[in-house]
């Protein structure tokens, strides 16, 4: 097996995990998928063809990165949802991962919202209707960076088929 073929599997298992990471955050999303096309476009050996699919890839990969940033950040000022709230939770799902595989991170990210959304409001009905848009808001962000990762990932394996065929 020649260095390039070794490199494009290594590039396309990286990739697979980028696209994962979008949706589980514990792994790498975006930012793996740009420099798994960077290291493709450098050493693949699809000249050309790798850097259009290195150019093509990021502007999907930063496309998914703001958008998601815009998307959530844009409904939670809307529901005046402050950032230490969002911290809150990052925090507890962090910990619930560690106790809770697989789904401790959304438990503790939830519980985190909501309580310091009760902290905050002192209701426990506005915690909740404040914490379920928060969710909403960071699912929707999750869900175009999602799709816009997985563009970049057909981008780079329509890219794997060209170079193999020239």
Request: hydrophobic content about 60%.
């Amino acid at each position: 097996m020649n260095p390039q073929a070794i490199v494009t599997i290594l590039c396309g298992l990286a990739i697979l995990v980028g696209v994962a990471g979008t949706i589980i955050p514990v792994l790498p999303g975006s930012i793996v998928i740009g420099l798994s096309l960077l290291a493709w476009a450098l050493w693949g050996g699809a000249g050309t063809t790798g850097w259009v699919v290195f150019g093509v890839g990021m502007v999907f990969v930063l496309a998914g990165m703001a958008s998601s940033a815009v998307l959530t950040g844009r409904k939670l000022k809307q529901h005046n949802i402050p950032s230490r709230s969002v911290l809150a939770g990052l925090v507890l799902g962090t910990i619930g991962m560690l106790i809770i595989p697989v789904l401790g991170l959304v438990i503790g990210f939830a519980a985190g919202l909501l309580a310091s959304e009760f902290h905050r409001t002192r209701t426990f009905r506005g915690a909740v209707a404040s914490s379920w848009a928060a969710l909403k808001a960071t699912g929707l962000g999750m869900i175009v960076e999602f799709g816009l990762a997985c563009l970049a990932a057909s981008t780079w394996l329509i890219g794997v088929w060209v170079a193999a065929a020239s």
